[in-house]
């Protein structure tokens, strides 16, 4: 069983920028797909980015793309969010989590970080 831990998160100008870190132990990370989803105060969790084991296959929302971008490191059990022309309606908790493919659905991903903030101010 995998275990995930977000980092990164924080408070940021609108078009400003910030990279989320998302580290695994406990399992072996190049075997998962992964996956960036949010949740906003009153919303519900939406995805965000995925990528597949060894990142060759990348999948981002509508809302986020050409603004951010899903990367890995296998080498150091570490995936990425690479955050870019931030809007205040990014706010959100930041989540990770780890699944057998890529899918834009929470329930794809058995294995959940506990988030980060991000709190995008205008």
């Known amino acids: 069983q995998v275990t995930l831990v977000e980092s990164g998160g924080g408070l940021v100008q609108a078009g400003g920028s910030l990279r989320l870190s998302c580290a695994a132990s406990?399992?072996?990370?190049?075997?998962?797909?992964m996956g960036w989803f949010r949740q906003a105060p009153g919303k519900e969790r939406e995805f965000v980015a995925a990528?597949?084991?060894?990142?060759?296959?990348?999948l981002h929302t509508d809302a986020v793309k050409g603004r951010f971008t899903i990367s890995r490191d296998n080498a150091k059990d570490t995936m990425y969010l690479q955050m870019n022309r931030l809007k205040p309606e990014d706010t959100a908790v930041y989540y990770c989590a780890a699944g057998s493919f890529v899918a834009s659905t929470m329930r794809s991903y058995p294995y959940w970080g506990q988030g980060t903030q991000v709190t995008v101010s205008s």
């Open positions: 406990g399992g072996t990370f190049s075997s998962y797909a």
């Open positions: 990528i597949n084991w060894n990142g060759a296959d990348t």
